[in-house]
């Protein structure tokens, strides 16, 4: 017999359900009406209004407590998607669609469900917030995709352990996948991926009283850099400036503790993550992000993309629709500030 707990209010209901050894977490969301849910032996009756019905369902619940989760001010922001702003956001989020290039909208009338997955453990993008709640920048461009695409009827989302999506899209148990997989040549051929929506570049944090401007060929000549030895970042570096020093950390702790501490000049490393640390109290306010951003593709891949399986890539088309024009009503911007206050472009 399953065992259920049950809470609902103004904004959500919600539910774990225990069956064997697995355990379950359910998120209940009712568009635009009330609607009676019930598992086992006890019911609940979450009432909201909300853009958009989704079901969360957490795959092996333990599996949480081996995350590792940034602490960052918005994990008790709500879970509904606030209304957004029409106009585009006053910031350097880049644009990855020719504004003169069209894309048709394609007909989702035969298509019955939309159910992305998605992982809990690559905050900001998707976790599991303070208040036990499956959130994240991926989760908010879920709900708008599906607005914008007026799906949102069939749309679900769905959190699996990483190494269980890709065979979950395969075996037709949801249509697509968006938690950070990288479309490697092997990939492309079973599976069909959107344009990116986001690219995380790489960056220098320097001390703020030190003054680094592009080009920066020039400028690193008596400076000391730390990156994380062996990373993707220390290739990087070693590439683009070979005549120049660097010293490799064991943690990306370490490493950022010698910059705070002004044993070292600057740090290079994953602009994303780079900003959460800027804004945290740990940087007591000594540094800010010096030179511009460095996308290298040939390290860094090619983005962030929703992937579905080949058979599925008339939803890839619609998903470009929603996305080419999320981003020219600046609704891509809006979330990626709110989800990144300090801004990494």
């Not at 894309?103 to 993008?125: G, H, M, S, W």
């Not at 959130?135 to 749309?155: M, P």
């Not at 051929?189 to 009283?209: G, Q, S």
Request: proline share 6%; with cysteine.
């Amino acid at each position: 017999m399953a065992s259920v707990y049950s809470i609902s209010n103004h904004k959500a209901g919600y539910a774990f359900e225990t069956i064997g050894k697995r355990s379950y977490l359910y998120f209940i969301f009712a568009p635009h009406h009330s609607f009676n849910w019930t598992t086992g032996p006890r019911p609940m009756k979450p009432v909201m209004s909300a853009t958009l019905m989704l079901n969360f369902r957490q795959i092996t619940w333990p599996y949480r407590d081996r995350m590792h989760i940034r602490t960052i001010a918005f994990c008790a922001a709500s879970l509904v998607l606030p209304g957004i702003s029409p106009t585009n956001a006053a910031s350097d989020f880049p644009h990855y669609w020719d504004g003169r290039e069209h894309v048709a909208k394609p007909d989702l009338q035969a298509v019955q469900r939309i159910r992305f997955v998605t992982t809990v453990d690559y905050p900001p993008f998707n976790f599991i917030d303070s208040t036990g709640r499956i959130s994240g920048f991926n989760i908010d461009l879920v709900r708008a995709i599906c607005n914008e695409l007026k799906a949102t009827a069939i749309c679900q989302i769905e959190a699996r352990p990483w190494n269980e999506l890709q065979q979950t899209v395969e075996n037709g148990e949801a249509e697509a996948i968006i938690a950070g997989l990288k479309p490697t040549a092997a990939l492309r051929e079973k599976f069909a991926f959107t344009a990116p929506y986001m690219r995380l570049p790489a960056r220098f944090v320097t001390l703020k009283e030190t003054v680094l401007e592009e080009p920066l060929a020039d400028k690193l000549d008596k400076k000391v850099v730390g990156v994380v030895a062996d990373s993707v970042h220390q290739a990087i570096f070693t590439d683009y400036f070979p005549n120049d020093r660097w010293v490799g950390y064991p943690t990306r702790e370490l490493m950022l503790k010698d910059l705070r501490d002004k044993k070292i000049d600057a740090v290079f490393g994953d602009g994303s993550d780079l900003s959460f640390w800027i804004g945290s109290p740990e940087a007591q306010n000594c540094c800010a992000f010096a030179g511009g951003r460095y996308i290298a593709p040939q390290f860094l891949g090619d983005g962030l993309m929703i992937a579905t399986t080949t058979k599925n890539a008339v939803l890839i088309d619609a998903f470009n629709f929603a996305l080419k024009s999320m981003e020219e009503k600046g609704t891509t911007a809006e979330l990626y500030l709110r989800y990144f206050p300090v801004n990494f472009y």
